[in-house]
């Protein structure tokens, strides 16, 4: 590779970055989406979910993921179905009380 191809990119100054280092200093220790201390997130948090699962049953939307994975993954038609029909399960269950309990860090023993 020769030297004619590369861009320079000029340093950037303390000035530059002073904005940001002031933005991050304005957000709180625990974050702004910290459900704990937010606990209307709580209800966003599953509504979007509710709402990612309903979207997921439209075919049209369905078969654009399943496209989106075959085009990452060799994976059949039928196998990437099933990876989004998972995908769906796993947002209508999520979109109860899974939120709330995610918070809680409260750990169900799985298969490994």
Known sequence: MTGKHLVSIPDTQISESQPFIDSLSSVPRHGLHNPIKNKERYLMLGAVC?????????????????SLIQKSVP?????????????????????????????EAFQMPGDH
């Open 75 to 103: 994976k059949s038609n039928a196998q990437a179905s099933a990876c989004v029909k998972v995908t769906r399960a796993f947002f209508e269950n999520f979109s109860g009380d899974n939120v709330r309990f995610a918070a």
């Open 50 to 66: 509710q709402k990612t699962a309903e979207v997921l049953h439209d075919p049209e939307v369905f078969q654009y993921f399943v």
